[in-house]
């Protein structure tokens, strides 16, 4: 059990990185960005191309996914998230854009790296002993990585000039763009960097798993469902990945992994119901 | 053009298309067929999701669900011998229940737009993940049929089964469910006050797409002679769908068959040319590059979700010079004003006369804000009640009250005489209690005929109205102008002839002569024996066809009485200047 508490803890922390991504381009920057899970498999796919190809350390490899998604994401900007917002669509007409690039970008890792899963070259690592258990090097180190990043993400969010700027940007647009502020480099500085968190996310994922083309769905919904479940709250993010996280390594140990999915999936339907029947009645209760 | 507007012709047009389609169907090679077969697939696919997507507006991704049931219910039922029949029913009933359930469901959580989405989504991916898991239906390699198919049936299903979902989208779009549908999408909450039940709607849309999709997904299956996860539950046939409905333009009937020939055309030529894998990435790659493109061009402007219907449309009217200008209407009502000199003010009715509508004692809470304070106000028919007062006071709630928008913590309200606190806004409507709103709410999806008809009136009735108010030939809404829409509405609310009309500040934004205009249509309304609660901030303009002045303050009624008295009173001046200072003078 403690060993698959500790896996959980470092995909947790994963999750914790790719869902705070998309929780910054929705939450601050009003953006849907359905196309956040298959940026996270491009960020796979750099990595592993570098490592194999260039023979560049993996973690070297992680930066440049970083680059390299937040420049995807950029070109998704421009195609997607421009036009939605002069047709004035809103979120609507996002979903459909981001749903289709996300499409496409699956077709185009097929087309470069064949539909097979691939994973980095295997190699002899002494294992890292936590509490008695062993654990993969590579799984530690995602772990303390994944967790600086987003602390610094958050603390950076909150208290810095630039962080600042970004969340009243997105809260105040208007009176943003009366003060003079760049409103639109904003907008697309707020989804670029969701793009390269789910990048770096991925390179970090690449190290412990292997890839293929279509995993990106299920890391859209791990998004969806995590910062949803948290209100698109930060903190709420981060207990949410977490947990996610760590339910699914138990999970797996204990039912057909099959099933792991669609357990998660219901209790996350079954949350948020429960929270509508909690605020509506203490609703009525309050005016009764 | 005018004859393309027709429904009738429309379905000639569609009748005299299946007859073409099933009479050439049989030349088709062998080659080919397959290809399209894909094709009709996706048309099929993409006019069921065009119900929920198109007309209703709402991005359900559960559509996959309901395909994936039919797909595997075929083929056990095949199996075990039960036939073709019992499985195609069995499923749309079953997904007929689930889509009404799913959306009641989101409805009773509370979500729209973007939350909906990842509602049917994650139910989408709940189907998805237990399939594998399932063991009766071979979880990641599906089931095959037994016995031996007919491809040639199959493709004569599914070219009839396109021809039915076609005749539904065209059946829906031309009946009032289609107008109310459409005023769903573009307004959900001015279309209760307009009386449509938009849960019950809402259910209807999604019963019906459920159903179809689930006819569909049996269909295929047939034809392929197996259901397994990536046909009967993959992601692409949803894309290509939402992607030709777009394309083509969302909620129009022929939009899914243009958007599907733009969108699926290309794949299918490429795939024809070569049998090589790499190439049907490639033609899919350019399949979605196309589509992107075609949806960027035309979302240049806005009002771009009708896609290339509505750029035909656009090139049509330029080419026949028909006007599409809202703004053309103003002119012809300015004739109309000869008669406005005549303001014939109606009688007062009688004291006796019991009112039409009443609110009694009514007082509401938001927090700790106290909106209304004990509020008693009451209308008789044929009389025109002036509802005054600050920015504030809480003439609006009031209104919001009377419809059932927002629910009293005390108090009731009445109408014809009976008690209507707890009925819901729709159900008002039907018991005569209509509305404008501040800001005219039209449903731009819908012509200005639409819009008036919307409000329940026939057809004879709504054209006789729009012409008497100079905007007959009107078509279009987006983008009209402020008196115009304020016109479209009172013709819906005269056309609609309820008992009981609440205007909310219906002169804001118009000039003196237009106010006149409405003032007047106000005052025929009430000489026709409407009860009118007209709410205004503009004094002067209401007062002289007002019979009786409400004025309210802070949430509370601080006078009520004929409008010179009222106007005389000092409370009434303090609310509006505030009170003079002590000492002042």
Same mark, same amino acid.
């Given at each position: 059990?403690?060993?698959?508490i500790?896996?959980g *803890? ?11 991504? +998309?929780?910054?381009?929705?939450g ?9 899970g298959?940026?996270?498999v491009a ?6 191309t570098?490592?194999?190809a260039?023979?560049?350390?993996a973690?070297?490899?992680v ?6 998604c937040a &420049?995807?994401?950029?070109?998704v ?13 809103g ?17 185009i890792f097929? *087309?470069?790296w064949?539909g097979?899963?691939?994973g980095l070259? +295997?190699?002899?690592t ?15 180190i995602?772990?303390?990585?994944a @967790?600086a ?9 909150r208290?810095s000039?630039?962080?600042?700027l ?10 943003a ?16 960097l969701g ?11 690449m190290t412990i ?7 990106g769905?299920g890391?859209? /919904?791990?998004?969806?469902?995590v ?8 903190f709420g ?5 977490f947990?996610y996280?760590?339910?699914?390594a138990?999970?797996?140990?204990l039912?057909?992994p099959s ?9 996350f339907?079954a949350?948020?119901s429960i ?8 609703n ?5 | ?5 027709r429904?009738?012709?429309k379905?000639?047009i ?6 073409a389609a ?10 080919v067929?397959?290809t399209?077969?894909?094709g ?5 696919? %993409?006019?069921a999701w065009n119900i ?16 994936g ?6 083929v056990?039922?095949?199996n075990?011998g039960?036939g073709?029949?019992?499985p195609?029913?069995?499923a ?8 009404a359930?799913?959306v ?9 737009g973007?939350?909906?989405?990842v ?5 989408y991916? #709940?189907?998805?993940?237990?399939v ?5 239906i071979? =979880?990641?390699e599906?089931?095959? #049929? ?7 049936l199959?493709a ?6 396109? +021809? /039915?979902?076609?005749a539904?989208? *065209?059946g829906?779009l ?6 109310r549908?459409?005023s ?5 909450t001015a279309?209760?006050a307009v ?10 849309a ?12 049996g269909?295929q ?7 397994q ?10 894309i ?7 394309v ?6 022929a939009?899914p068959?243009?958007g599907?020939?733009v969108?699926f055309?290309?794949e ?9 894998i790499q ?8 399949q979605y ?7 960027w061009?035309?979302?240049? =402007? ?6 290339v !219907?509505?750029l ?7 080419i026949?010079?028909r ?10 009502v300015?004739?109309?004003?000869a ?10 009715p ?5 009112p039409?509508v ?11 804000l ?16 002036g ?6 006071a809480g003439?609006?709630t009031v ?11 005390t ?19 039907? =018991?005569?209690?209509a509305r404008?709103?501040q800001?005219?709410? &039209?449903f731009?999806?819908?012509t200005?005929?639409?819009? !008036? ?10 054209r ?5 108010y ?12 402020t ?7 009172i013709?819906?609310l ?6 009981v009309l609440?205007?909310d500040?219906?002169?804001a ?7 006149? *205009? ?5 005052? =025929? ?5 409407c %009860?009118v609660?007209?709410i205004?901030?503009l ?7 007002c ?11 601080i ?5 010179a008295? @009222?106007l ?8 509006y200047?505030?009170a ?6």
């Amino acid at each position: 059990m403690l060993a698959e508490i500790i896996s959980g *803890l470092s995909i947790g922390s994963v999750y914790v990185l790719l869902a705070l991504g +998309f929780t910054l381009t929705l939450g601050v920057g009003d953006m849907v960005n359905l196309a956040h899970g298959a940026t996270v498999v491009a960020g796979m796919y750099v990595v592993y191309t570098l490592v194999t190809a260039l023979g560049l350390n993996a973690y070297v490899g992680v930066v440049l996914a970083g680059v390299v998604c937040a &420049l995807l994401s950029a070109v998704v900007y421009v195609v997607a998230i421009v036009p939605s917002r002069s047709a004035g669509g809103g979120h609507n007409l996002q979903v459909v854009y981001t749903l289709v690039l996300s499409s496409l970008l699956v077709i185009i890792f097929q *087309l470069v790296w064949g539909g097979q899963l691939v994973g980095l070259p +295997f190699r002899q690592t002494e294992p890292w002993r936590i509490l008695g258990v062993p654990v993969d090097p590579a799984r530690g180190i995602a772990f303390f990585v994944a @967790v600086a990043l987003s602390a610094v993400f958050m603390v950076w969010l909150r208290y810095s000039f630039s962080g600042r700027l970004m969340r009243m940007t997105g809260r105040y647009t208007e009176g943003a763009y009366a003060i003079g502020v760049p409103v639109q480099w904003v907008f697309v500085a707020v989804f670029c960097l969701g793009g390269a968190m789910a990048g770096v996310a991925g390179g970090l994922l690449m190290t412990i798993q292997p890839v293929s083309p279509t995993l990106g769905f299920g890391f859209l /919904i791990v998004a969806l469902i995590v910062s949803i479940a948290a209100r698109l709250s930060m903190f709420g993010v981060v207990l949410v990945g977490f947990f996610y996280g760590i339910a699914q390594a138990v999970l797996n140990s204990l039912i057909d992994p099959s099933l792991t999915s669609v357990v998660i999936f219901v209790a996350f339907l079954a949350i948020l119901s429960i929270e509508r029947v909690v605020s509506t009645t203490s609703n009525r209760a309050r005016r009764a | 053009m005018n004859v393309l507007h027709r429904t009738s012709t429309k379905w000639l047009i569609l009748v005299v298309l299946a007859g073409a389609a099933f009479a050439l169907w049989p030349l088709v090679g062998r080659s080919v067929a397959p290809t399209l077969v894909n094709g009709l697939v996706v048309l099929f696919f %993409a006019y069921a999701w065009n119900i929920v997507g198109g007309i209703l507006g709402e991005l359900a991704l559960s559509s996959m669900l309901f395909w994936g049931i039919g797909s595997y219910a075929m083929v056990l039922s095949l199996n075990a011998g039960t036939g073709m029949v019992l499985p195609i029913l069995g499923a749309a009933v079953v997904c007929a229940v689930l889509g009404a359930v799913i959306v009641r469901a989101a409805a009773a959580l509370g979500l729209t737009g973007l939350y909906l989405a990842v509602f049917t989504l994650i139910i989408y991916e #709940i189907a998805a993940a237990s399939v594998t898991a399932i063991e009766l239906i071979g =979880r990641n390699e599906g089931i095959i #049929i037994y016995e031996l198919t007919s491809v040639d049936l199959a493709a004569y299903l599914l070219l009839g089964l396109v +021809f /039915i979902a076609i005749a539904v989208n *065209l059946g829906i779009l031309s009946s009032p469910m289609g107008r109310r549908w459409l005023s769903i999408k573009d307004d959900a909450t001015a279309a209760q006050a307009v009386g449509v039940r938009v849960g019950r709607e809402r259910m209807i849309a999604y019963a019906i797409s459920g159903g179809l999709t689930a006819i569909g997904g049996g269909v295929q299956a047939y034809y392929l002679g197996y259901a397994q996860p990536e046909t009967a539950l993959g992601i692409d046939l949803l894309i290509s769908g939402i992607l030709a409905v777009f394309v083509g333009g969302a909620g129009t009937v022929a939009g899914p068959f243009i958007g599907t020939v733009v969108v699926f055309g290309l794949e299918a030529v490429a795939i024809n040319l070569s049998t090589d894998i790499q190439t049907s990435l490639y033609a899919q790659i350019l399949q979605y590059v196309v589509a992107f493109a075609i949806i960027w061009m035309l979302s240049a =402007r806005k009002g771009a979700r009708r896609g290339v !219907v509505g750029l035909i449309k656009r090139m049509l009217r330029r080419i026949s010079g028909r006007s599409t200008d809202p703004t053309a209407a103003v002119e012809e009502v300015h004739v109309t004003r000869a008669e406005i000199a005549e303001l014939a003010k109606p009688p007062a009715p009688p004291s006796d006369v019991p009112p039409a509508v009443e609110v009694i004692g009514v007082s509401k809470r938001f927090g700790g804000l106290e909106v209304l304070k004990d509020v008693t106000i009451a209308v008789r028919p044929g009389e025109i009640v002036g509802l005054m007062g600050p920015n504030g006071a809480g003439k609006t709630t009031v209104c919001n009250v009377i419809t059932g928008v927002i629910q009293p913590d005390t108090g009731s309200v009445r109408v014809l005489g009976d008690d209507v606190t707890t009925i819901p806004t729709p159900l008002r409507y039907t =018991r005569g209690v209509a509305r404008s709103f501040q800001a005219a709410r &039209l449903f731009t999806s819908l012509t200005a005929l639409d819009n !008036v008809l919307v409000g329940g009136a026939n057809r004879t009735r709504a054209r006789e109205v729009l012409e008497e108010y100079g905007l007959a030939h009107v078509r279009a809404t987006a983008g009209a102008q402020t008196f115009v829409r304020r016109l479209i509405e009172i013709c819906r609310l005269v056309a609609a002839d309820k008992p009981v009309l609440l205007l909310d500040e219906p002169l804001a934004g118009l000039t003196a002569d237009q106010q006149a *205009l409405v003032l007047q249509s106000v005052e =025929r309304l009430a000489a026709s024996g409407c %009860a009118v609660l007209l709410i205004e901030h503009l004094i002067q303009s209401i007062a002289p066809v007002c019979h009786r002045l409400i004025v309210m303050a802070d949430g509370a009624v601080i006078a009520e009485g004929l409008p010179a008295e @009222v106007l005389a009173q000092e409370q009434v001046v303090d609310a509006y200047l505030g009170a003079p200072l002590e000492g002042a003078s």
